[in-house]
């Protein structure tokens, strides 16, 4: 009945279209996709392509010889930087923000493993919580300040939802982008015939990057699921309550 939490950052963060079911889902979509248009999107068109350019252009400048780790030049700070780009977080504090991110989501084993990515998840609440006040008080053209204004009736965002949501937003506006990028080289690495095919036709990669996605997901299951009651299931018994994670395969 309550707010189900996927782990970090817990139930203040929880409270998005991928944790709740209609009518509050319904909801939500529609003052999400108010904000979020196809128009705001294509407008960083051009800002995307420079930003990769300026990516590409550091990595060239270390020479054909030089080491480089493909997630931490490219794979990690495009998706990211674009995702703050549209959201409107001020490129001052996207640097600590950024590592915030990375230590939080990072498996843990250990209880001091799993204090520091506490300490770390902490962050990114504090950071998003001032994040959002700012804009309260200084509006601009970016997508949180129109979540924040979105409107559907007499019905608008809670801040629990409005957290929620800007936190949704950047997860899976940049960590599944740059896990896509890093499964899709490993992929083309590991199969050098599928790499010289788009090596030597460009215009295949439109329909490569549909198949990285199938080959090796950036997401290979879906998010939690509760069992609200008994589920038969060949001769397993799924008792109420349970956790289910669905993969895709």
């Known amino acids: 009945g309550g707010v189900v939490a996927e782990g970090l950052p817990g139930p203040a963060f929880a409270r998005h279209m991928l944790a709740v079911d209609p009518p509050d889902h319904t909801r939500l979509r529609r003052l999400v996709a108010s904000a979020f248009s196809s128009r705001r999107v294509e407008a960083l068109q ?10 590409l252009d550091a990595i060239e400048a270390r020479g054909e010889d030089a080491a ?11 998706p990211f930087t674009v995702i ?6 001020p490129e001052a504090g996207r640097a600590s923000f950024g590592r915030s991110l990375v230590a939080m989501l990072v498996p843990t084993r250990t209880e001091e493993e799993f204090a520091h990515a506490k300490n770390a998840s902490d962050a990114v609440v504090t950071f998003l919580e001032n994040l959002v006040d700012d804009k309260r008080h200084n509006a601009d053209d970016a997508l949180v300040s129109a979540l924040i204004n979105a409107r559907d009736g007499t019905e608008q965002l809670s801040e629990q939802e409005l957290l929620s949501t800007i936190f949704q937003l950047i997860i899976a506006g940049h960590d599944t982008t740059s896990s896509l990028i890093g499964n899709g080289v490993v992929a083309l690495v590991t199969h050098p015939d599928e790499l010289a095919r788009v090596r030597a036709d460009p215009a295949l990669m439109a329909n490569a990057v549909e198949e990285f996605i199938r080959f ?4 290979p299951h879906s998010t939690f699921r509760y069992a609200l009651e008994p589920i038969e299931l060949g001769d397993v018994t799924i008792p109420a309550g349970a956790t289910i994670i669905i993969d895709r395969k």
């Open 46 to 55: 051009s800002d995307v392509q420079n930003i990769v350019d300026q990516m």
């Open 68 to 78: 480089v780790d493909l997630v931490e030049s490219f794979a990690f700070p495009l």
């Open 84 to 89: 703050c780009e549209l959201l409107g977080i």
């Open 216 to 219: 090796d997901a950036p997401v």
